[in-house]
């Protein structure tokens, strides 16, 4: 009996192991469209945006590449846009999926914590930025 109790708790902990990270795999799909942040946190500290800037960031991807822009929102559902574009990679690991950055002055990259049709949530550095999607 002792043996096969050993048997089955050696089962049950290999299942727990490799089964724990499932939920890091995302659908990059889901990053397009326009989204507006909602706060931003560091540690266990909260900061919301205050003041009448309304800006949106737009993404678009087509497989392991795309683009994000700043654009703002003005009437009859029409979009002013800025004139750059930041281009990037999208790699990703066994554990997280990463946006790689470069242009002519900064290379960085942001780790996409959270992304769904609602939500997304990318780390930069030690923050972490909580988005929204946003509809017109």
């Not at 990270?21 to 995302?26: E, G, R």
């Not at 919301?48 to 087509?62: A, E, I, Q, V």
């Amino acid at each position: 009996m002792p043996q096969k109790l050993n048997f089955f708790f050696q089962i049950l902990l290999f299942l727990l192991l490799t089964n724990c990270d499932v939920s890091k795999k995302i659908n990059i799909v889901d990053l397009n469209g326009y989204w507006k942040i909602d706060f931003v946190s560091k540690q266990n500290e909260i900061f919301r945006l205050k003041g009448g800037s309304f800006l949106l960031d737009y993404y678009y991807t087509d497989g392991n590449f795309g683009w994000r822009k700043k654009v703002a929102p003005s009437i009859n559902d029409i979009f002013e846009t800025s004139n750059d574009t930041t281009f990037f990679k999208i790699k990703s690991n066994d554990k997280n999926s990463f946006l790689f950055f470069k242009t002519k002055w900064h290379n960085w990259n942001e780790m996409i914590v959270k992304v769904d049709s609602v939500s997304l949530i990318l780390k930069i550095k030690d923050k972490k930025y909580h988005y929204k999607k946003f509809s017109p």
